[in-house]
C-alpha cells in the first residue's frame, strides 16, 4: 500500500475525495479463470475503474474485454453464449483437444498439427474488443513467456490480439505466437499472477489468483494418467506463485476457490461461476475495506468509525498464510 | 564421528536426466575431502543423493550410471525383458499407471540403497509433492525406495505413489531445488540447480510438440526456483551447464558428464572458499 510518487502529487494538488490508484492482476489458470468475470463484476458494482491491469493467459483475454470498455455484464453474457449451446462447436474444439493430447504423448513423434490460437480469438472475441493496445480505454500489460530464453515478455502495445494469443499459448493445445523474433508461449509458465509488473505504478495492487486451491490431504483417488497431466501444469503454476508471495504480495490477494475443476472445463461455466461466488463477495469487502483507509488517510478529519476499523491488511493475510504455509510442512 | 569445519547442507534439484550432473558435484566433495552434514534431494537429485547417503562415491555412482545407461541397446533389453511387454505400453496414458517407479528402481538401484532412512550413513530427505493436497511433503523414513519413486513420479511418466495415504508425485512440482528445507540444518548450503537452460538460445524455430511440453515443464520448475530465491536464497548456487540437454537424454549420460564437469571445478573453488571464511 505504499502511494507511488504520482499518487502522492495528486493528492497535493487536487481535493481530498481523489481515490487511490488500482491495478487488477487477473491471473492465468484454464477454465478456472472464467471466475475473473465476477471479480470485474465487483468493479462495475462499487464503481471503481482500475488504473491499469495485467493478465496472464486467461486473465489476459478478460483483461483485455474488459480494458476495451465492455461491463462485466456484457463479457459474461458474451462468454455464456460462446460456451453455451448455440456455439457448440467451440465447445468441441476445446474439448476435442483433449483427445490429439493422448495421441502426442503417446506416439512420440507427432507433428504439430495444433490449434492457432490467433484464429480461436478472432472466433471467441467480442467485436467491441480493441484491434491495438492503443485503444483501449484502460492501459493492459500482458504476459507470455519466451520459449528458448526461459523467461517473461510484457506486451503493452501494438497488435492486441497476437499479444492475447501467445499468452494463451498452452504447449500441446495451441501453436506458439512469434512476437518481435521471439517465440512466445502460456504466460503461466513463468507467471501466473502478475501483479508484480503493476504494483510500481499503483497504490492498491488487487491480485486474482485462479491457479486453483487444493483438496487436501488425504484419501483420494489414484489420479488417471490424462487426469494428473492436465492437473500437472496447475500445481506448477500454483507453486510458482506461493514462491513469488513469499518475497512480495499485493495488497488484495483473492485466491479464487475453483479447485475442482480441470484447466478445459470451460462447458462448466455456471458451476465455476458458482464455485466463485464466495470470492467475489470477498473481494468486494477487501476492496471496500482497503478504499474506506486509504481515503481516510487522505482526508483531514476523520471519523471515528473509520479509524476504529481493523486495519485492512489482516482478513486478507489470513489466506495469504494459508497458502505459504502450505509450502513448509 | 563428529567432522571439524562448518556443517555443509547440500541440495540437489531435479531435472530427470540433467541430474547426472549431481555425480559430478558429489565428487567435488569426494576430491576435497568433504562430507555434507545433511541431504536433500528432489527427483534425480534425490536417487543421487539418496546414493551417496547410503556409501557411494562420487565415482562409484558414476560407474553405476554408466552402467545402467552408457549402453542403449543393453538397458533396453533388459527392461523389455522385465516389462514383457512393447515400449509403447510404457507410455499409454489410456492406463491409470503409466511406468512404475517402485517396480523400476528395485530392478536399477545398487543393492547399497534397498535399505531405510534411518540406515543411511549421511541424514537425507527427499522431496516429493502430494498431489491433491497441492503441497510439500519432505520424506525422512521409512524404506529408502519408495520415497525416491514418489520423489522422481514425474506424471505422465510414472505412476504416482501411495505413501501413508498420500498421493505422491515429482517433488520438482513444489520444490524443484530443495536448499530451503535443510537451511537451519547447516552453515553453509549447497544448492545446485538442473532445471534451467542456460543455453539460451534465442529463436524462433517452431519446437515439436513434444519439445514444447517438456521444455514447458523446464521453464515451469525454473519459475519456481527463480521465485524462490527471491526471498531465500542458498550460500552457493550451482548451475551446470546441461540445459541444453533433453529431459529424457538418460542415454548421453557421458556427454552430460562432460558438461558438468565445469560446474565441478566451480563447486570446488566455491566450497573451499566458504569453507575456509568459515573457520
Not at chain 1, 465487483?42 to 488504473?51: N, S, T, Y
Not at chain 1, 487444493?214 to 500437472?232: D, E, N, R, Y
Request: aromatic residues 6%.
Amino acid at each position: 500500500m505504499k502511494p507511488t510518487g504520482k499518487a502522492l502529487q495528486v493528492r497535493k494538488t487536487t481535493e481530498p475525495v481523489v481515490r487511490p490508484s488500482i491495478g487488477l492482476a487477473l491471473g492465468g489458470g484454464g477454465a478456472r479463470g472464467l471466475a475473473h468475470i465476477l471479480m470485474l463484476e465487483v468493479f462495475d458494482e462499487l464503481g471503481l475503474k482500475p488504473a491499469i491491469i495485467a493478465g496472464t493467459s486467461v486473465g489476459a483475454i478478460f483483461g483485455a474485454a474488459y480494458a476495451s470498455g465492455l461491463s462485466a455484464r456484457l463479457i459474461r453474457a458474451h462468454t455464456e453464449e460462446m460456451l453455451g449451446q448455440r456455439f457448440e462447436i467451440v465447445r468441441q474444439l476445446l474439448s476435442a483437444r483433449a483427445e490429439p493430447m493422448l495421441k502426442i504423448l503417446n506416439i512420440l513423434p507427432v507433428r504439430a498439427a495444433l490449434l492457432k490460437p490467433e484464429a480461436l480469438l478472432e472466433y471467441l472475441l467480442p467485436s467491441k474488443v480493441a484491434r491495438d493496445f492503443a485503444g483501449l480505454q484502460i492501459p493492459l500489460k500482458v504476459v507470455a513467456t519466451d520459449f528458448y530464453a526461459q523467461e517473461q515478455v510484457v506486451v503493452g502495445e501494438g497488435p492486441l490480439r497476437a499479444a492475447l494469443a501467445a499468452s494463451i499459448a498452452l504447449p500441446a493445445l495451441f501453436t506458439p505466437v512469434t512476437i518481435d523474433r521471439r517465440l512466445l508461449m502460456d504466460g503461466g509458465l513463468v507467471n501466473p499472477l502478475p501483479f508484480d509488473i503493476i504494483s510500481g505504478e499503483v497504490d492498491i495492487t488487487v491480485a486474482i489468483d485462479v491457479s486453483g486451491a487444493s483438496m487436501g490431504p488425504g484419501k483420494h483417488p489414484q489420479p488417471s494418467a490424462f487426469a494428473a497431466l492436465m492437473s500437472s501444469s496447475q500445481i506448477l503454476q500454483r507453486s510458482i506463485v506461493r514462491e513469488k508471495l513469499k518475497a512480495r504480495q499485493p495488497d488484495i490477494y483473492i485466491d479464487v476457490e475453483v479447485d475442482e475443476f480441470y484447466v478445459l472445463d470451460f462447458h462448466r461455466f455456471k458451476r465455476v461461476l458458482a464455485a466463485a461466488a464466495p470470492a467475489k463477495e470477498h473481494l468486494k469487502r477487501q476492496l471496500a475495506r482497503v478504499l474506506s483507509s486509504h481515503t481516510a488517510e487522505a482526508l483531514p478529519a476523520v471519523t471515528a468509525e473509520a479509524s476504529a476499523r481493523p486495519p485492512p491488511r489482516k482478513r486478507r493475510l489470513s489466506s495469504l498464510k494459508r497458502l505459504t504455509r502450505a509450502g513448509k510442512t | 564421528m563428529s567432522a571439524p569445519g562448518p556443517r555443509i547442507g547440500l541440495a540437489l534439484g531435479g531435472g530427470s536426466a540433467r541430474g547426472f550432473a549431481h555425480v559430478l558435484m558429489l565428487e567435488a566433495f569426494d576430491e576435497l575431502g568433504v562430507k555434507p552434514a545433511v541431504i536433500a534431494g528432489t527427483s534425480m537429485g534425490a536417487i543421487c543423493g539418496a546414493a551417496y547417503a547410503a556409501g557411494l562415491s562420487g565415482a562409484e555412482l558414476r560407474h553405476e550410471l554408466i552402467a545402467i545407461f552408457g549402453k542403449r541397446r543393453q538397458f533396453l533389453k533388459r527392461l523389455a525383458g522385465k516389462l514383457g511387454g512393447g515400449f509403447s505400453n510404457l507410455w499409454s496414458l489410456r492406463f491409470p499407471s503409466v511406468l512404475d517407479n517402485v517396480t523400476l528402481f528395485e530392478m536399477l538401484l545398487p543393492d547399497a540403497m534397498r535399505c531405510s532412512f534411518d540406515a543411511l550413513r549421511i541424514p537425507f530427505v527427499a522431496i516429493a509433492a502430494d498431489f491433491y493436497a497441492i503441497e510439500q511433503v519432505v520424506l525422512d523414513r521409512g524404506p529408502l525406495i519408495p520415497a525416491l519413486a514418489a520423489s522422481s513420479a514425474l506424471p505422465t511418466l510414472a505412476r504416482p505413489v501411495v505413501l501413508d495415504g498420500r498421493v505422491l508425485i515429482d517433488g520438482g512440482y513444489v520444490n524443484p531445488v530443495p536448499y530451503d528445507v535443510i537451511m537451519d540444518r547447516a552453515e553453509i548450503t549447497v544448492a545446485v540447480d538442473v532445471t534451467g537452460d542456460t543455453r539460451r538460445r534465442p529463436g524462433v524455430k517452431v519446437p515439436r510438440t513434444l519439445a514444447a511440453v517438456t521444455g514447458a515443464t523446464q521453464i515451469l520448475f525454473h519459475s519456481i526456483t527463480r521465485e524462490k530465491l527471491k526471498s531465500i536464497a542458498p550460500d552457493i548456487f550451482i548451475r551446470p551447464e546441461v540445459g541444453g540437454f533433453g529431459a529424457l537424454d538418460y542415454f548421453k549420460v557421458q556427454e552430460i558428464f562432460h558438461a558438468a564437469e565445469p560446474a565441478k571445478a566451480n563447486l570446488k573453488i566455491k566450497l573451499h572458499q566458504a569453507i575456509t571464511a568459515a573457520s
